[in-house]
Every structure is written in structure tokens, then in C-alpha cells.
């Protein structure tokens, strides 16, 4: 089965829209402890993220959130806030290489 292309599916909450992809990785480097840059397609929980150019993924361990960046053709660059999984921190770790 093919990956989503739909961020929708994640369930996430919109931390960020209507902005830039610069100001994108500004908010997870000034807000996560961790973070990791992806490349544009990168694949999480069987969805292709749509990226125009690589940006920042973050961890922000103390609340278990993921911070990850998108872009949507009707709403353009925007941060999505996901709960963590189990497991999630450490297969992102993995396949990010660090």
C-alpha cells in the first residue's frame, strides 16, 4: 500500500500557518531541545510529507510532541504538533541518523 500524501491523517494540531518555511525551522530550533532536518517526502507513520526543500523536525521531549513542518497546496508552509508514540523518538533517531 502506498503512503498518504494527506497530513490531515495525522491528528495533528496547527501550530504554525500563513508563514515561511525560514520562520518554520526558526520555531522548532528556538522551541525543541532535538531536532533533526528531513528531506522533502520523508515518510512518517505511512504519510509522505510534502516539503518544497529539507526543514526541521522537533522533538519537544517534555510535553512528548513532535513538531513537524509541511507544506499544503491550499494553505502553504505550515507546523503541525503530533503526539508522541511509543517508540516514535527513537525510529526518527534511527532513520534520521543520529
Known amino acids: ?3 498518504s500524501r494527506c497530513i490531515n491523517s495525522l491528528s495533528g494540531c496547527v501550530l504554525l500557518r500563513d508563514t ?5 525551522d ?3 530550533r528556538e522551541h ?8 522533502p ?3 512518517f507513520r505511512d504519510v509522505e510529507i510534502s516539503l518544497n526543500q529539507p526543514m526541521l523536525l522537533g522533538f ?4 512528548k510532541k513532535i513538531l513537524l513542518p509541511c507544506v499544503k497546496r ?5 507546523l503541525v504538533e503530533l503526539d508522541a508514540n511509543e517508540g516514535d523518538y527513537e525510529e526518527l533517531r534511527t532513520k534520521l541518523g543520529k
Open 41 to 43: 517526502d520523508f515518510e
Open 74 to 78: 491550499c494553505a502553504g508552509p505550515m
Open 20 to 24: 515561511t518555511e525560514q520562520a518554520i
Open 60 to 63: 519537544d521531549l517534555g510535553e
Open 26 to 28: 526558526e520555531y522548532v
Open 1 to 3: 500500500m502506498s503512503p
Open 32 to 39: 525543541c531541545p532535538e531536532y533533526y532536518e528531513i528531506a
